[in-house]
Each structure stands twice: as C-alpha cells, then as structure tokens.
C-alpha cells in the first residue's frame, strides 16, 4: 500500500469535506445551527450529476447544485429566522426533506452511466516537491485546487474584513450588532444561503469530481454529518477546518486500501482476513463525529470551545441585549 497514493486520494475526499464544513462554520458564525448539511449535500450531488448527463456540461451542473442547495438552506432559513422555530428540528428535517427530493428528482439516475466529469491536471514545479508534490498537486481534479485557494480567503474574510467583523457580531451579540446599524437578519440569511450553497458544492465535488460520475441513495455517505462533527472539531475556525477535512479524507482513505492487500508489513493482514475488522474501522469516523455532537451539545463545553454565544438562538430586531 502505497502512501503517497492513499495520501492523495484522501486530499480529493478531505475537499468534498473541506466544501461542506467551511459552509457550515459561516453559517453558525452567524449564528444559525444547519444539521441539514446531510441533505444538502445529497441535492446538490443529484443535481449536478442530472444536469451533466442532460447538458454534458459539468460546470453548469456545478453552478445549480450550489443555487438548488443554497434555496434549500433559505428553506431552513425562513423556518428558523423568520419563524423562530427550533433549529435543531429544523436542520434535521432538512436532511430528510434534501434525502427525499434528491432520490424522486434522482430517480433513474443511477443507470444512466458515466458523464463528463470535472478537469484532472498535475501543477507543473509544485507536482515535483518531493513528498509533498505527489499529494497535494499531482492529477487532482480542479475542484482541490479550488478548496486550496478557498481556505486562506474564508479565513481572511472572516477575521480581517468589516464583513467578517460584522458576521462574527451577529453569531456573539445579535443586539449589539443591531444597535450599530448590521442588519442581523438580512445577514443571516445571506450566510444561510452560502453554507447551503458550499455544501450543494461539496455534493457536486462527489459526483463531478471524485467519484467516476455517478449518484445514488449512497453517494455522500455520511460525509455531511461528519462536516457537522468537523466544524466543532475545528472551534469554528476555517484553517482547523481544513486540518480536519483531510485528516479525515485521507483516514477514510486509509480505511479502504488497508483492507486491501493480504499482507501489511510482511504480516497477515487482519483486515483482509477478518471483514469484522474492516467494519470497525469504518464505524471509527462515525464514532468520534457522535463523540464530538455530543460534547458540543453541552452549553458548558460550548463555551469553552469558543463557539459562537448566540448559536441556536433566535433574534427578533430591535430586541437589545440578546
């Protein structure tokens, strides 16, 4: 097993990640808990598959996924912004409404073969680094690249910009951004919408990008819960993010081709012999994405993780202090 091979596969699945949970961190630092990352994802993957087959233009496929996820993130908006109701339930029932839509709109198109997929291409100098050049800069489809420059910018926006300034104000002290002249609510759906956009993105990174151009019931396979699970894991912050997202790409990676060879280090391979095995070490991203909710549920641990005071809370304009 080669880990220069497994390394790189792992940065192609660590960007569908990268998507889901850099989407996810811009919403709950304005201040709106979104479970239905899930659904979105799964949306925006059909969409973009569907639009390629019919159009074979992986681009546009790309484009409407992002604005089919993103109206669905209004959807949770309206409910929980306007509405004020629970965002939790809300984000939940937005997985299953996304899960639903996805497999009716989808149907059929799990036999309607291979489309054309997004560009592949080596970066000529940064593909010879020794070690790290084979990783991050050889044959990766376009959409790596892209999570690469995506990463230094949400950051930079984020805490060096009067827009990041005013996004993190609206997730810590809703009234007192409002008492400034921020218009929270305006804000906040306008990050609903690009957390919901990212993740139709991440949806049509699967299916465009790293998958052979494909889409079924399966195909996000979780991966949207365990963005959820990374953007606590990260403390809300995009450049821990993105540590999380391939670090956990590349250990999916790593779960699959060690199940591979018959021998590992000249000794049996477990994992070969015994599927049980296998199937533990799939359960383990799984497993410590619930461990990390769980922590995060408690207000306490909230707190001292540094997130956002006012996550989960609805805010009424013109209501101070809250």
Known sequence: MDPIIFLNAGIATGTILLFATLGAVLSERAGVLNLGVEGMMLLGAMTAYSTAVSTGSPWLGVVLAMLVAGALALLHGLVTISFQADQVVSGLALTFLGTGLSLVFGEGLT???????????????????????????????????????????????????????????????????????????????????????????????????????????????????????????????????????????????????????????GLANPFFYNPNFGYFLQMLPYAFTIIVLILGARSATRRRIGAPAALGLPYVRGQRGK
């Open 111 to 265: 036999k309607a073969g291979i489309t054309t997929l997004l560009p592949k291409f080596s970066i000529p100098g940064f593909s010879l680094i020794p070690a790290v050049g084979p990783i991050f800069f050889q044959n990766q489809s376009i959409m790596v690249y892209f999570g690469y420059a995506l990463i230094p910018l949400v950051w930079f926006y984020i805490y060096h910009t009067r827009p990041g300034l005013h996004l993190r104000a609206i997730g810590e002290n809703p009234g007192a951004a409002d008492a400034m002249g921020v218009h929270v609510l305006r804000l906040r759906y306008v990050y609903v919408f690009v957390g919901g956009a990212l993740a139709g993105l991440a949806g049509a990174t699967i299916s465009l990008a790293v998958s052979p151009g494909w889409f079924s019931e399966g195909t996000t396979g979780g991966l949207g819960w365990i963005a959820v699970g990374l953007v606590i894991f990260a403390q809300w912050d995009p450049l821990r993010a993105a540590f999380g997202s391939y670090a956990f790409g590349a250990l999916r990676r790593f779960i699959l081709d060690v199940q591979g060879p018959k021998e590992l280090f």
